[in-house]
């Protein structure tokens, strides 16, 4: 359903019509396809409004969530959780509103690297912090 | 293949027609001379865009770690001097950003399908939201600059060893209620840099409104919507992390 | 039509009329180019003089330990003078050496690209540069900093009234001068190789500075956000790592580390991929195991991630996460030996010859192979504990950059100068310079290692009289050392106007960059080059030689 949306006049646009053309009409991708020819390449893909209203609405939900739990005693568990909804809620907007979804291997591993390596500086500085101290955090 | 060396300035996209009518090259007007294609173009500039936003993450992540320290350490105090930021503020501020958010994927929605109209109306509405969330940050600002809850020389501890009337709170030792400086030096550091991006996104923003008066950016020509959308999109991010560090850390 | 013309003969050749030199004229032409080319002329020239300004400070710093009283300049300015000395070689000279001089040239050649992906980024970074060295140079007319680089809190924050902002500020800006260089590569690696350039047919040089720009877009952030928050204490009173209000001051040098660390590899693995060019063309053989050093660059991206607390060693740094920061630190020797072994390998039954960059290379190979072992001591817990905060450190990464990187930096500059400007540099006085820097550099730093060991503390101004004379001689080498570096500036200066014509390929190197003309076109191919030929593939280039001498005759 996300694979093609309509313009103001009710044509159906898709990626198809945005690729580059020469004033000739001809595909400007099949002149250059050696350099575009890489295992990289993803075809543009347009996310349709509906998919942005769902996902908008996902978020709001998220974010009623969080503060739903946030006022109920989960004893050790509050902080997860609302780590966890805030998790979910930026992998929503990181696939759809970002269209990570939709792209190349590429981008998904450098999304991922990004949080690894935030990650490793989080794991490694607070393997000082832990062991510092052992038993009290 | 065609080597003319016309570049098309970011700064001034010509419009189509003129270059359609040249007709001694090949390329969309918003073509590089260095790029073979105008698809190899704009996976570049999306690709380059996502490094930047790994940077962004790296130096929120400092930030962050920060945070996740101090919270540890002095949990008690966190906990008192989250309770004194406005929740409903904060409530409606995530509200106004997700929804910046949302019109800002409209926007590059109505960049790809080459709706220009709908597309002056996506960004103003994504502009005005994000004023109307940095109105309201200036408004919790100020509160505590009133009650000399911000870190530095004129910070004071007393709405912590000495609640005022009618707070649910309980006093705390001086010792402990000394460490709220630490949550308030991370909560302004924090939102702050937030506010900065805020505010370098909409600077941004009026300058992609104004330049789509030329239609340059609904004839093909998605890039700079879609990238700077990905940025949009990205100090979202950060105030959905922020948003629950901050305002919710104990609030029953 | 076609570039790629290779003239049978170097004595033969001339300037080509139309370059990337002369293709446009007048300052504007420069100062507004979005040409890679032009633009690492532009940091060529930039941080050669940042180079000869932190030499300055060095030179400074020789002289005041010449004799053990603290007799030239008072404690604060010697404690300027080495602050000023770090920050300028570390943040203006040597991160952005190779990368945005050689790098800049040559990548987007070597790939087959016109140019790298965003121009305009690259001129940016430039002017970042260039704004960052201006507040540095203005924190110096004010009065200078003595934080000594690492800007150590609370030291940073609450003990001194030197220019801290002003120089954080200058980092602020040149960091991110680096990550718009780093994220440029990234981004032409990736998107603008020629067709039939794949990932393994790129020279290593490609290959290193891919991996030193990986760690240039995750790392530098992280020190900007640190330096961030020490302006903000300083500026506005947070307290994030002030202990009165409960912050910890070893959390910043988490963060500090956290980039500057890995900032050591991004220094050096430029200089690594230098050095893999220079001792393939000069052994006229296959870098061995190419495979091997090109995973090992991106092997040592990976690991410098993971090792950085072993600079806090003695910090106060939980004795537990010391053992796991040691052991991992062992880790990056491990893609660091296999590069040493490669070449050595390449080295075995090739044709050396000993041109001045290949003199430089041998220079690199031996001095970095010192630096990296003392490395390994360093690393490991028992040893670092002895030697911290001595001059053994000093002289450890004085090996590691100076005989590593600055050698690789010399030995590349030299390698293409030829294809940057068109013309040779004097062979016998380059030569004469090479052996004198090696001379000046082991008589300056080695003594160090001794005087260190021996137990002098680093950033002293004074010291004991019993070691003065190592001292003396590590001031004599300064001296010389200077020499070495002053030769290359006048001769290369020279040979501008009065150099040999190079022609094309003067090394019968094997790299794209060496099949066009020198100095390049501006679009640097006329034709995008479809590349068949594995890296280093001298038949391949013989082969090539030979038709195209039949196709002049």
Not at chain 2, 195 to 224: D, E
Not at chain 3, 244 to 252: E, I, N, Q, T
Request: proline fraction near 5%; aromatic fraction near 16%.
């Amino acid at each position: 359903m996300s694979d093609y949306t309509s313009n103001r006049n009710g044509e159906q646009v898709t990626s198809q019509n945005l690729t580059p053309v020469t004033a000739s009409g001809q595909n400007l991708n099949a002149i250059d396809a050696p350099n575009v020819n890489n295992p990289e390449h993803v075809a543009h893909h347009i996310v349709s409004p509906v998919m942005y209203l769902s996902i908008f609405g996902v978020l709001m939900i998220g974010t009623l969530a969080t503060v739903g739990f946030a006022y109920v005693p989960l004893g050790r568990l509050n902080a997860p959780v609302a780590i966890a909804i805030a998790c979910t809620k930026a992998v929503f907007v990181v696939l759809f509103f970002m269209h990570v979804k939709y792209s190349s291997r590429l981008v998904k591993l450098t999304v991922a690297s990004g949080f690894f390596t935030f990650l490793i500086l989080v794991f490694m500085s607070l393997s000082d912090y832990v062991s510092r101290a052992w038993g009290q955090w | 293949m065609s080597v003319s060396t016309t570049i098309s300035e970011l700064t001034h996209p010509p419009s189509p027609e003129v270059e359609h009518s040249t007709g001694v090259h090949d390329h969309p007007f918003y073509q590089k001379h260095h790029f073979e294609t105008a698809e190899q173009q704009r996976e570049a500039a999306s690709f380059g865009m996502w490094l930047f936003l790994l940077t962004e993450i790296m130096f929120f992540g400092g930030l962050f770690m920060a945070y996740l320290l101090y919270r540890n350490w002095y949990y008690d105090a966190f906990v008192a001097a989250s309770n004194t930021i406005s929740m409903p503020l904060g409530l409606i501020n995530t509200i106004v950003l997700i929804s910046s958010s949302f019109t800002m994927a409209m926007a590059v929605w109505s960049a790809e399908v080459r709706n220009k109209k709908f597309l002056q109306i996506s960004l103003l509405a994504t502009v005005v939201l994000g004023f109307a969330f940095l109105g309201i940050k200036t408004g919790e600002y100020s509160d505590k600059f009133r009650e000399h809850h911000v870190p530095g020389a004129a910070f004071d501890i007393r709405d912590f060893t000495t609640p005022p009337a009618g707070s649910k709170e309980k006093p705390l030792p001086i010792d402990v209620a000394e460490k709220t400086q630490i949550f308030f030096s991370l909560y302004f550091a924090m939102t702050g840099v937030h506010a900065v991006h805020m505010i370098i996104g909409i600077a941004i923003l009026i300058v992609l409104l104004w330049k789509s008066n030329s239609g340059a950016y609904t004839s093909g020509y998605v890039q700079p919507i879609e990238n700077f959308g990905l940025y949009w999109h990205f100090v979202d991010i950060v105030w959905i992390f922020l948003f629950p560090l901050l305002y919710l850390i104990n609030r029953h | 039509m076609s570039t790629i013309v290779s003239l049978p003969d170097q004595s033969t050749a001339t300037l080509p009329k139309r370059n990337y030199l002369n293709n446009e004229h007048g300052l504007m032409s420069w100062l507004l180019t979005g040409d890679h080319k032009r633009i690492a002329m532009l940091y060529l020239v930039s941080i050669t003089f940042f180079f000869f300004l932190g030499g300055f400070f060095a030179g400074m710093i020789r002289l005041e330990l010449l004799t053990p009283a603290g007799d030239l300049m008072a404690a604060d300015t010697y404690n300027k003078m080495f602050t000023m000395h770090g920050i300028v070689m570390i943040f203006l000279f040597l991160v952005p050496s190779v990368p945005a001089t050689l790098g800049n040239f040559l990548i987007p050649i070597m790939i087959g690209a016109k140019d790298l992906a965003f121009p305009k980024i690259n001129l940016l970074s430039w002017y970042l540069y260039m704004i960052g060295g201006t507040f540095v140079l203005a924190s110096l007319v004010l009065g200078g900093v003595d934080t000594g680089w690492t800007f150590t809190t609370p030291l940073s924050t609450h003990y001194l009234n030197t220019h801290v902002i002003t120089t954080a500020t200058a980092i602020f800006i040149a960091g991110f001068s680096s990550i718009f260089t780093g994220l440029n590569f990234i981004v032409t690696v990736h998107r603008m190789r020629a067709p039939g350039m794949t990932w393994f047919k790129m020279p290593l040089f490609v290959w290193s500075n891919y991996a030193a720009a990986i760690m240039m877009v995750l790392g530098t952030p992280v020190l900007a956000i640190a330096i961030t928050l020490v302006a903000l204490e300083r500026l506005v009173g947070i307290g994030v790592f002030d202990p009165a209000k409960g912050g910890d001051p070893l959390l910043f040098q988490h963060l500090f580390w956290f980039y500057s660390h890995p900032a050591v590899y991004i220094m050096i693995l430029p200089g690594f991929g230098v050095i893999s060019e220079v001792i393939s063309t000069f052994s006229r053989k296959r870098v061995f195991g190419y495979t091997a050093v090109a995973f090992s660059s991106v092997a040592i991206a990976l690991f410098g991630f993971f090792v950085w607390a072993h600079h806090m060693f003695i910090m106060g740094v939980s004795n537990y996460s010391v053992l796991v920061f040691s052991l991992l630190t062992m880790l990056v020797a491990v893609p660091s030996a296999i590069k040493i072994f490669n070449w050595s390998f390449t080295l075995q039954k090739g044709s050396v010859t000993f041109e001045t960059p290949m003199l430089y290379a041998f220079g690199f190979i031996g001095l970095f192979t010192i630096g990296g072992l003392t490395g390994v001591f360093l690393g490991s817990l028992g040893m670092d504990i002895h030697l911290t905060e001595t001059y053994f450190i000093v002289a450890h990464f004085h090996f590691v950059m100076v005989g590593g990187m600055l050698m690789a930096f010399l030995a590349g500059v030299h390698f293409w100068w030829p294809k940057m400007t068109g013309r040779m540099y004097p062979e016998s006085v380059s030569k004469l310079a090479a052996i004198i820097t090696f001379i000046g550099f082991i008589l300056t730093f080695f003594p160090q290692f001794v005087v260190g060991y021996l137990g002098m503390p680093r950033r002293y101004h004074a010291y004991p009289a019993e070691f003065q004379v190592l001292n003396v001689l590590s001031t004599a080498g300064a001296t010389v050392l200077g020499v070495g570096y002053l030769l290359p500036l006048l001769y290369l200066g020279w040979s501008l106007k009065y150099g040999a014509i190079a022609g094309n390929n003067p090394w019968q190197a094997t790299g794209l960059e060496w099949q066009i003309q020198s100095p390049p076109l501006t679009e640097n191919f006329l034709v995008t080059p479809i590349v068949e030929q594995e890296a280093y593939d001298y038949e391949w280039l013989a082969r090539k030689t030979a038709r195209e001498a039949q196709h002049v005759a």
